[in-house]
């Protein structure tokens, strides 16, 4: 029964990079040497080097515990609490499962990471309830940053308030551990049409600063939310000032880099440095490629729990070793397929609907002085912002709607600040 399961994972991870193969991806130093088992997969690196370690029932044997272990820390991303679409009608529960889960662990881990969109919609009512989730965890400190969620409203002050105390910028920061030296950036502040993540100049300097003094020696940990590393341009997925980042570390003999933001686990190493995305603990979403959009993957209420997850880091006495361990909430068999995207519908002249995505029709051609009226017909959501700064909508959940008025010929783009791939345009005729 065991050996079915670790089959059954082994072909989702195959699949995975299958698809990955198919859409051209660069997938130089992608690794499958992943050992599922049980309850999830281990990853020990030594000087740079990972090697994937069989973990069947190693939660409950106290595998990690004592021998070579000098502490871990569990890794949770894209609670997206709010959320309350088919794809997860309630992610506080899984939240909540998560950290059970941690609480659980054999060796406590010292504190959490959580890698951003800790709400759907940056509402203060979002945060209040991750809050008094949160505080079930037996592991009192948690290091946070911000997704594009999480800076809807206020561009993050909100956030800053809240999670951001003592931080530099937008809310990035570093700290030590037990040797290990952390830091914890911002790329999700600003986003730009038509662009990945961004770091951006102050941040850039900020962190060559934080590193410069530290020994080579020091295993380093970065952690944000949009992966630092190209994961898949297409939707977004990378960070567009990633490699002056990675510059910094380069002299560092153990570099591990956690993100969250795709909703699934993605890993790849690159001389000494090791990528790793975690899963959400709220909804999966499709691997690159494989479906028109990146959305909310629908699957069973059954296979949810497998698809959802937290992860659960451990630091290794050697200096240079970090095993990372991914355990879905479920663990007693593999994920589930893509869902088939919704039909898209048409459009009247002066209405845009935004659908898997995209906002169409686009361009949008229309006399001065008329009135367009957008509608949001995916199950996340998506803004209207000029690119110009001419108008900027709010976050549009499903079926809301934005209108704007244009009273002077001319064209203008625009763009989902969430989403800032996805663009537009409004041609407006005298
Ligand atoms: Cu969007």
Request: charged fraction near 20%.
């Amino acid at each position: 029964m065991e050996d079915d399961m670790n089959e059954k994972k082994e072909d989702v991870i195959d699949q995975q990079l299958q698809d990955l193969n198919n859409d051209g991806v660069d997938r130089r130093g992608f690794l499958k040497c992943m050992a599922w088992a049980g309850t999830g997969l281990v990853w020990t690196m030594s000087g740079g080097i990972p090697a994937s370690q069989a973990f069947a029932k190693g939660m409950e044997s106290g595998m990690g515990k004592g021998k070579g272990v000098d502490f871990s820390f569990a890794q949770i991303s894209d609670s997206h609490i709010g959320f309350n679409k088919p794809a997860n009608p309630d992610v506080t529960a899984t939240l909540q499962t998560a950290i059970s889960k941690i609480n659980a662990l054999p060796q406590k881990p010292d504190f959490i990471i959580h890698t951003g969109d800790l709400s759907h919609l940056s509402k203060p009512s979002e945060f209040d309830t991750l809050d008094q989730t949160l505080k079930s965890a037996s592991a009192k400190q948690i290091y946070f940053v911000p997704g594009e969620h999480d800076m809807l409203t206020d561009n993050g002050e909100q956030y800053l308030q809240r999670y951001g105390k003592g931080t530099k910028g937008n809310g990035w920061y570093s700290f030590d551990h037990k040797g290990v030296h952390f830091a914890g950036l911002v790329n999700v502040a600003n986003l730009k049409a038509g662009g990945l993540g961004s770091l951006g100049h102050e941040q850039l300097e900020w962190l060559e600063d934080d590193l410069k003094g530290r020994s080579a020696s020091t295993p380093i940990v970065l952690f944000a939310h949009i992966p630092l590393w190209t994961v898949y341009p297409d939707w977004g997925w990378g960070t567009d000032d990633s490699e002056q980042a990675l510059s910094y570390v380069k002299r560092f003999g153990s570099v591990t880099v956690l993100n969250g933001h795709i909703h699934q686990v993605m890993q790849k190493v690159e001389g000494k440095v090791s990528f790793h995305t975690a899963m959400s603990t709220a909804f999966p979403q499709p691997a690159p490629g494989s479906a028109p959009s990146a959305g909310p993957m629908k699957v069973s209420a059954e296979q949810l729990q497998k698809v959802l997850g937290i992860t659960d880091v451990r630091y290794l006495v050697s200096g240079t070793s970090l095993a990372i361990v991914d355990s879905p909430l479920d663990s007693s068999g593999g994920a589930g397929a893509a869902a088939a995207p919704a039909a898209a519908s048409a459009a009247s002249d002066s209405d845009v609907k935004i659908d898997n995505f995209v906002f169409n029709p686009t361009p949008l051609t229309v006399k001065t002085g008329s009135q367009v009226t957008w509608t949001n017909r995916d199950d996340i959501p998506h803004t209207v912002d000029s690119t110009e700064g001419k108008f900027k909508s709010s976050a549009l959940d499903t079926d809301q709607k934005f209108q704007f008025r244009f009273t002077e010929p001319g064209e203008f783009s625009y763009f989902c600040r969430l989403h800032p791939k996805m663009t537009g345009s409004v041609v407006v005729k005298s």
